[in-house]
């Protein structure tokens, strides 16, 4: 099976799954989705959506984020990982924000932000803009890669390997189905890989044991 036909048997049981792929991260705007997806980082989505109600109630602007101390944003996000580096980035995203008057659909303006890089980006680009984007973590290259969907060494190189073998279109929800697949499916270890509804069939046994170390 080449990675073609193995993507397309993926997506045929990514969508029998997850029909629905609901946007995890709560927020009503470009802004909030963009502060969320930042915070996101090392950080449960689940963690962000317990953190960022509060946070919203003081600053869901760049105008009103850029009023508050540093100390006070650190605070506000201080049950999440890396608050003080994301407290910093954040005061300062929104100084950039006022300055570019907004949030706007532009890879090269979104990346330029303060805390925000490729990733992050893609994120705003498909879940608030609908862009086709395919925004790659860790957990997804590795999935790639023990799907047999990518070599690649970095997740830069496999967004460039899955995007083509999906078409544009489904690139937004597919995404988020691998997402949702990787969380509720792949455990941090004891890999039953005869009985995996994917990699029973996907990449050889040899290279998932190898890569996983078992
Ligand atoms: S064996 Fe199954 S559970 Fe483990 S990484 Fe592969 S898809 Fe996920």
């Known amino acids: 099976m080449n990675r073609k036909e193995k993507a397309q048997k993926i997506g045929t049981i990514l969508n029998k799954l997850y029909p629905k792929t609901p946007i995890p991260l ?9 502060v969320s997806v930042m915070l996101s980082a090392q950080t449960t989505d689940k963690k962000v959506n317990e953190v960022t109600p509060n946070l919203f109630k003081y600053a869901d602007t760049p ?28 005061k300062k995203m929104a100084l950039q924000l006022i300055e570019g008057k907004g949030v706007h659909a532009d890879w090269n303006y979104l990346e330029s932000l303060a805390g925000v ?14 862009i086709p984007a395919f925004p790659i973590d860790t ?15 970095n997740v830069s190189m496999t967004e460039q390997d899955l995007k083509k073998v999906w078409p544009k279109k489904i690139w937004n929800k597919r ?11 792949c455990p941090a270890r004891n890999h039953d890989l ?18 996983m170390n078992i």
Request: proline share 1%.
């Open 194 to 211: 005869k009985n995996c509804l994917i990699c029973s069939w996907t990449a050889s046994k040899k290279r998932i044991r190898e890569e």
């Open 175 to 185: 995404h988020l189905q691998i997402i949702f697949f990787g969380r509720e499916y």
């Open 139 to 153: 957990h997804i290259h590795r999935l790639a890669s023990r799907w047999g969907l990518s070599k690649a060494k």
């Open 63 to 90: 105008e009103a984020m850029s009023k508050l101390e540093i100390k006070t944003i650190q605070k506000l996000i201080q049950q999440i990982g890396l608050a003080p580096t994301k407290a910093k980035n954040l």
């Open 117 to 130: 890089g490729h990733k992050t980006a893609s994120v705003v680009m498909s879940q608030w803009y609908g």
């Open 26 to 34: 709560n927020h009503y705007s470009a802004y909030t989705l963009l």
